[in-house]
């Protein structure tokens, strides 16, 4: 021993651990700088005041109530109290108010030990309140398995990309024949439907006026195993041959992740980190359905995509809008992509279509939106290839089409 006394005090406020000091009933007795830095608070917004007052639950967080931030933390914290003993809490997910804006809430992960400090009598008169963020290491940890569930998907994805990168490397070639190339490309990458399952379909390709045969517009059907069909269509900004190059690797792209995929959301988290890779393919739309006759339901799910209507047998239009996310390759850090299930009656229709049938410059889209509605209720009874005609016919500008588009219509 060296005889020198040591200032506690200052080995707490100096301490790299985030540690607050709590009486009995929850108030902030006291707190260290690494408690503030992680906290974002002030002394001042601590001291004296009980901690769930500073720190309440998310209203809007999706977890079970039962197991939210403040119910966990305040089992805890009662169980120090009433046995005496130190608590080590499970990873919490606990969000924080922002300093400063009411009602913003951000998510966070922390890692909670709690350690009672005996008073003179034997009661606690104290707890240590020891808090780890570890949202930085659960995000990651959670972009890891993914990248390991996505496996499968990326070598497929990467086995069709190896394919289209010989195309490429001929479209750049054949640049003094790109006419007799954009048709080749049209019948390549745009071939008529195969009949599957028993259901009908069509399809139509209308390239916009002033731009070659092929443009970046696409669509595609997948058969999938029992009474299942994967339909997707698509949309790449800009026309001619350098937007058809993207075009046709996506649609590949997405046709391989559909077989292999457990949804229409989860297709498209694939073909979004693909999309990142390839030049061109930068706010690329897709909207991808997964149709299954055995239970009379379809999945669907958006990237920036204009809805797909549902026409009933009575006609009635269901514009499916409830599963809609940003375009491909929007976000710098990817995040899972919803989507919704809905029942559809036997002899429905389903279409999907891109933005070039329905949007008109200068004009809202739900002009367009309710053009199509209209049409389709007028249509019900025709049969899909004499609906794709129609709305062709009805829809688009007599005055030149401005933008290509891709149209698909399926009996249910």
């Known amino acids: ?42 002394r001042d917004q601590l001291i004296g005041r009980h901690v769930f007052d500073v720190f309440p639950d998310n209203p809007d967080n999706p977890e079970d109530p039962d197991t ?103 479209l750049r070639r054949a640049h003094a024949r790109e006419r007799e190339v954009a048709l080749a490309l ?25 731009a070659l045969n092929v443009c970046g517009d696409w669509y595609d059907l997948v058969d999938l195993p029992g009474e299942r069909v994967a339909v997707s269509v698509g949309d790449v900004v800009g026309h001619g041959l350098a937007a058809a190059c993207v075009m046709g690797q996506l649609r590949s792209a997405l046709s391989a992740a559909s077989r292999v995929a457990t949804g229409p959301a ?31 339901s379809l999945t669907y799910s958006s990237a920036g995509h204009p809805p797909p209507a549902l026409l009933a047998p009575d006609g009635s239009v269901r514009l499916l809008d409830q599963a809609t996310d940003p375009p491909l390759g929007a976000r710098l850090v990817p995040e899972p992509r919803p989507e919704t299930t809905v029942p559809f009656t036997s002899g429905s229709l389903l279409v999907l279509y891109t933005d070039g049938l329905i949007e008109r410059r200068g004009e809202d889209i739900d002009a367009g939106l309710a053009r199509l509605t209209g049409s389709l209720a007028r249509h019900r009874d025709a049969d899909p290839e004499e609906l794709a005609d129609l709305l062709l016919a009805e829809l688009l500008p007599s005055d030149g089409i401005v933008d290509d588009t891709a149209l698909v219509v399926i009996r249910l």
């Open 1 to 42: 021993m060296t005889g020198r006394e040591i200032d506690y005090t200052a080995v707490y406020r100096a301490s790299p651990n985030a540690v607050a000091l709590l009486s009995p009933k929850f108030v902030y007795e006291d707190v260290n700088e690494a408690y503030l830095r992680v906290a974002g608070r002030r």
């Open 266 to 296: 989860q297709s498209l988290d694939a073909l979004g980190l693909y999309a990142r890779s390839v030049d061109g393919a930068e706010s690329a739309t897709s909207v991808v359905a997964f149709l299954d006759w055995s239970t009379s």
């Open 68 to 170: 939210s931030g403040v119910g966990s933390l305040r089992a805890s914290l009662e169980r120090v109290v009433e046995s005496g003993e130190r608590d080590a809490m499970a990873l919490q997910r606990y969000d924080v108010e922002l300093p400063g804006s009411p009602g913003r809430w951000e998510e966070r992960y922390w890692a909670i030990i709690n350690v009672p400090v005996r008073g003179p009598g034997g009661g606690v008169a104290l707890i240590v309140h020891r808090v780890e963020e570890v949202t930085e290491l659960v995000r990651a940890t959670r972009g890891r398995d993914d990248r390991e569930r996505s496996q499968v998907m990326q070598a497929e994805l990467y086995s069709r990309a190896q394919e289209l990168q010989e195309v490429n490397r001929r």
């Open 186 to 210: 049209q019948d390549a990458m745009l071939p008529a439907p195969r009949p599957f399952a028993g259901h009908q379909a069509a399809v139509r390709y209308r390239p916009a006026t002033e």
